[in-house]
């Protein structure tokens, strides 16, 4: 699945068929004691990521 992740910077990362545990990845973005994580390869602190979407989701909203 694609996703996109909006940081509160200004820049968004795209992914392009990125698989992950989002049960996983939630439970790391709330472990107070992690302050980075990995986004297809980029090291991002989390205090920075406003979203993380599905792309199709960004499309359909786009288009109503």
Do not use: R
Request: net charge negative; proline share 2%; glycine share 4%.
């Amino acid at each position: 699945m694609d996703y996109q992740v909006q940081l509160n910077n200004g820049q968004t990362i795209n992914l392009t068929n990125a698989e992950f545990d989002t049960d996983k990845f939630t439970a790391t973005l709330n472990d107070q004691k992690i302050n980075f994580v990995n986004i297809g390869g980029a090291i991002i602190n989390k205090h920075i990521i406003i979203s993380v979407l599905p792309t199709a989701a960004i499309q359909t909203e786009t288009q109503a």
